[in-house]
């Protein structure tokens, strides 16, 4: 993808030299603290599942993907910088997420996201993402989570 302004936009695995600009980006843009250690286990764990948006020579966004049954792929993580929201990004990454799980013949996506993220929520439900359950005090500031599902197809 070429950007309006001139730089090359693409997604692709992460690398470790990524790890400072993921975690900056996931902390500033997450409500939950990540630490640098969980986002390189996360990365170790499954990196075909762990995504970078690259714009130009900066991540503008990413999403960790983890297995959590052998038909069913679970979102981690997603979090797009802030100056490149609203231009398909989180969209792409999602949609190429899909497209690895479905190569691996996964049937099914869910994540977690906070009841009252309704941002969030509008994002997944464009993806086709439905509410399946709720799931009481389950962040750390004892806020309730959706369960969000789709099916991969
Ligand atoms: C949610 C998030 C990843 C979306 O990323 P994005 O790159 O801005 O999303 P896209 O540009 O692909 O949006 C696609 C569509 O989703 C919907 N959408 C995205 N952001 C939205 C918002 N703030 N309000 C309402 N709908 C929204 C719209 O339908 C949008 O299409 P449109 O721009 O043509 O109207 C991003 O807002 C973000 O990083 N938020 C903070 C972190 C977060 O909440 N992560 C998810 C935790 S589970």
């Known amino acids: 993808m070429q950007t309006g302004k001139g730089d090359i936009a693409f997604v692709r695995k992460f690398q470790d030299s990524d790890l ?40 503008a966004g990413f999403l960790a993907g983890s297995k959590y049954s052998t038909n069913e792929a679970r979102i981690l993580l997603l979090a797009v910088n802030r100056s490149y929201r609203r231009m398909g990004i989180g969209s792409t990454l999602v949609e190429d997420f899909t497209r690895i799980c479905s190569h691996l013949g996964m049937m099914s996506m869910r994540l977690e996201v906070r009841v009252d993220n309704i941002e969030a929520i509008d994002f997944y439900k464009n993806l086709k993402f439905v509410i399946i359950s709720t799931m009481k005090s389950y962040y750390s500031d004892s806020s309730d989570a959706h369960i969000m599902w789709r099916l991969i197809s």
């Open 20 to 59: 400072d600009e993921v975690v900056n980006l996931a902390n500033s843009s997450l409500t939950e603290y990540y630490g640098i250690d969980l986002i390189y286990d996360l990365a170790r764990q499954w990196p075909d599942g762990f995504l970078v948006y690259q714009f130009g020579n900066r991540v």
